[in-house]
């Protein structure tokens, strides 16, 4: 008699280890499981996971309390049907085609070039730290115009309100903290917003403020929400997805060779890596309606996990999905960063992320100036490090070894 394993918990010490063993647990023994800790329900598999992110049955109205509170009102993925289609279409011009390219290509440019010459003489770097942490907020604060001087001021609000959306365990401390980075990002945000209405220029902010769909228009709270839901969404991903595609790539000297004398290749190991370690590891949802999927029934108004990192590792979609690959046939990198893409962790469907495409062009620029500065890359310690964290999850710290001469071995790791 095959004994079926008992399931795993999402906040356990051993989960936060090592999320994966769990996840293959989960899909194979428990593909739809009542968590009593968090009292929701957790989803495992591929088709399952899709489903959620696709049925319109599936509401995100569990971001009233998820979201709402740190980010101090109604964002766009709380929004459905007209709503969030016109909201959608007053934001998203920014973040694609010629604007994106034209606009604020050079702002991304500018800031991964500043960040890299910091330690471009340095033998030693930790790029959590000194690049991937600060990079996508230093490159939001300057798309919206902000005093650059308050860039460490962006940084820690931004982590007040990513640790208030991660707050599984619902720790108070930490859920006063989002609330109170809300509260001081707006009270921020108004004198700016107010200039901006009063003489816009070409900075995002001040398309946010004149811009019109249908005789709507963005109000001071919608415009504030968005802003703290850019921070957080946009930093989080692509801050942890830099340090993550390094890592894997360091750890597989032949991808990562590949990847140098091609950069073509950048956009699949940034899809590789989304899907093999993805920064942001679950989202939730709240089904209208009793569902029925793959292992049983979630009752109507319940909260759904959806476990993104699992998922991308259900081996009935993915052939060897525990392995990193970069040249995989089964994920397609010129879709990978639509609502088409063959991995879910941009999301799926309508609420599809509407940063994905910055963060690929953030993403590009990024990795490609950092190979270009440093020809020489390796662990500092010779070992590939672990990741931290559960709700988003990468390396804490990545500590490297960097050079320009060409004649000492390749980037070490661990296969």
């Known amino acids: 008699m095959t004994t079926i394993p008992e399931a795993p918990d999402i906040l356990s010490p051993e989960f936060a280890a090592d999320p994966y063993p769990a996840y293959r647990i989960l899909r194979e023994h428990h593909p739809l499981l009542h968590h009593k800790g968090t009292d929701s329900y957790l989803l495992s598999r591929y088709e399952d996971v899709a489903r959620a992110f696709r049925d319109p049955v599936f509401t995100t109205d569990n971001y009233a309390w998820q979201m709402e509170p740190a980010h101090?009102?109604?964002?766009?993925?709380?929004?459905?049907?007209?709503?969030?289609?016109?909201r959608r279409a007053l934001v998203a011009p920014a973040f694609r085609g010629r604007e994106l390219r034209e606009t604020f290509l050079p702002v991304i440019e500018r800031n991964a070039r500043e960040l890299i010459d910091a330690f471009r003489d340095a033998e030693?770097?930790?790029l959590v730290e000194q690049f991937a942490t600060r990079f996508p907020i230093n490159v939001i604060v300057d798309m919206l115009g902000l005093d650059r001087a308050d860039h460490d001021r962006f940084h820690?609000?931004?982590?007040?309100?990513?640790a208030f959306l991660s707050n599984l365990a619902q720790d108070p401390?930490?859920?006063?903290?989002?609330?109170?980075?809300?509260?001081?990002?707006?009270?921020?945000?108004?004198?700016?917003?107010?200039?901006r209405r009063a003489g816009p220029g070409d900075d995002l902010l001040s398309r946010l403020c004149t811009a019109e769909v249908d005789g709507v228009r963005m109000d001071d709270q919608d415009i504030t929400a968005f802003v703290s839901l850019l921070l957080s969404a946009g930093g989080e991903t692509?801050?942890?997805a830099l340090a993550l595609l390094f890592r894997n790539l360091l750890a597989h000297p032949d991808q990562l060779a590949?990847?140098?004398?091609?950069?073509?290749?950048?956009?699949?190991?940034f899809a590789e890596t989304l899907r093999y370690t993805p920064p942001v590891q679950m989202i939730m949802r709240q089904p209208a309606a009793d569902v029925t999927l793959s292992g049983g029934t979630v009752p109507a108004g319940a909260t759904v996990i959806c476990l993104i990192g699992a998922a991308n590792r259900d081996d009935s979609h993915y052939a060897r999905p525990d392995s990193f690959d970069i040249f995989r046939t089964d994920l397609n990198p010129v879709g990978a960063y639509s609502a088409a893409a063959e991995h879910v962790a941009f999301g799926l469907g309508r609420h599809f992320c509407v940063g994905a495409l910055l963060a690929r062009t953030e993403v590009e620029t990024g990795v490609g100036q950092l190979l270009d500065a440093f020809p020489v890359m390796e662990f500092?310690?010779?070992?590939?490090?672990?990741?931290?964290?559960?709700f988003t999850r990468g390396p804490r710290a990545l500590r490297l070894r960097l050079g320009r001469d060409v004649t000492r071995s390749g980037a070490a790791g661990t296969a």
Do not use: C, F, N
């Open 258 to 269: 590949a990847v140098r004398a091609d950069r073509s290749l950048i956009p699949a190991a």
């Open 156 to 162: 820690g609000w931004y982590g007040a309100v990513v």
């Open 380 to 390: 500092a310690d010779g070992t590939a490090p672990g990741d931290d964290g559960v």
């Open 173 to 195: 401390g930490v859920a006063a903290a989002g609330r109170r980075a809300g509260e001081e990002l707006a009270a921020y945000l108004r004198p700016v917003l107010r200039a």
């Open 238 to 240: 692509t801050d942890k």
């Open 124 to 126: 030693e770097a930790d």
């Open 72 to 86: 101090g009102g109604r964002t766009l993925p709380q929004m459905s049907g007209r709503e969030h289609a016109v």
